[in-house]
């Protein structure tokens, strides 16, 4: 098992950047492959990168490739995403999540097994 705690939203203007941490309990944060996954309002969780174990991999939704960057320090049991030019459309509540299945992380938001309580990121235009 495995605690999450996000933090870095805020309410920025469009075309500004973020960095949205979060913090993983445990010595076993290596094992894990780490996501992130944003819900708008009325909307159902989307996918939005995930990054092997060792940070080797990293797998992108493809409109996020290019202005999203994730990454993570497994010394410090912290990923992180860097989000640049944001959008209006970027507006969503961002999770962390956490899975051990497979070789490669998940890219889809359901196949994650744990998950943070989010942090509130809110572009205005």
């Known amino acids: 098992q495995v605690q999450l705690v996000e933090s870095g939203g805020g309410l920025v203007q469009a075309g500004a950047s973020l960095r949205l941490s979060c913090a993983a309990s445990g010595r076993t944060f290596s094992t894990w492959h780490m996501g992130w996954v944003r819900q708008a309002p009325g909307q159902e969780r989307e996918f939005v990168v995930g990054?092997?174990?060792?940070?080797?991999?990293?797998y992108y939704t493809d409109s996020m490739k290019g202005r999203f960057t994730i990454s993570r320090d497994n010394a410090k049991n912290t990923v992180y995403l860097q989000m640049i030019s944001l959008k209006p459309e970027d507006t969503a509540v961002y999770f962390c999540a956490a899975s051990r299945s497979g070789y490669y992380p998940p890219r889809r938001a359901d196949a994650y097994d744990y998950w943070g309580q989010g942090t509130q990121v809110t572009v205005s235009s």
């Open positions: 990054i092997s174990r060792s940070g080797i991999n990293t």
